[in-house]
């Protein structure tokens, strides 16, 4: 479901220097046979240990009138559910990312796939992955990019408590829209 990279940042005795981006191509660092995507957003997490966020995925554009809102907020034609695709860096810390198949087509529809991940990992994922992460470390610093404009009648959590992630953890901090977020078995019964 998604593959670990790790980035090789330029390291001297300042600190790290890393490159993202080159060229308009991103992932730079990320072995996606030969697949890329433009960022639309990005944004940075701090998270504190022991807290969770996720399981947040996008939801294809289904209709019209939601084709006209995306493309209102920026997207164009040529990435609007095409390839959609969301990316993490994890800048310092440590994570427990958990990622959920949720694609219809999928052998592994429902399945759940957990990783460690450290400072410099970078993980893609396709669309219609559900995707959060809980903080090992003190905290941790994440970066995130996304291929979409944000529509939020598309963006759909799921609560990571009750989806069935072993997360290693006591668990922390918890948004209240996560935990008031539908059970994976109920977005699998009625594919909301």
């Known amino acids: 479901m998604f593959e670990i990279s790790k980035?090789?940042?330029?390291?001297?005795?300042?600190?790290?220097f890393l490159k993202l981006m080159e060229d308009g191509t991103y992932p730079k660092n990320y072995?996606?046979?030969?697949?890329?995507?433009?960022?639309?957003?990005?944004?940075?997490?701090?998270?504190?240990?022991?807290s969770i966020r996720g399981m947040h995925f996008y939801k294809p554009v289904?209709?019209?009138?939601?084709?006209?809102?995306?493309?209102?907020?920026g997207a164009t034609p040529s990435n609007i559910d095409e390839k959609f695709t969301k990316s993490f860096v994890v800048i310092f810390g440590e994570i427990f990312m958990a990622a959920i198949?949720?694609?219809d087509e999928s052998k592994s529809k429902g399945k759940i796939e957990t990783k460690y991940l450290e400072a410099y990992d970078?993980?893609?994922?396709?669309?219609?992955?559900?995707?959060g992460f809980q903080v090992m470390s003190q905290e941790a610093l994440i970066l995130y990019f996304l291929d979409t404009a944000h529509i939020p009648q598309n963006d759909i959590s799921?609560?990571?408590?009750?989806?069935?992630?072993?997360w290693p953890l006591p668990v922390g901090e918890?948004?209240?829209?996560?935990k008031t977020a539908i059970s994976l078995e109920e977005y699998i019964r009625h594919g909301k």
């Open 101 to 103: 198949d949720l694609r």
């Open 62 to 73: 289904s209709d019209s009138n939601d084709l006209h809102s995306q493309l209102n907020r």
């Open 122 to 131: 970078q993980v893609c994922l396709p669309k219609m992955i559900a995707s």
């Open 31 to 50: 072995k996606l046979k030969n697949q890329s995507f433009t960022p639309l957003q990005v944004f940075i997490s701090a998270t504190k240990q022991y």
């Open 7 to 16: 980035m090789n940042p330029f390291l001297d005795s300042r600190g790290a």
């Open 158 to 166: 799921i609560n990571p408590l009750l989806c069935g992630i072993r």
């Open 174 to 178: 918890i948004s209240l829209r996560d």
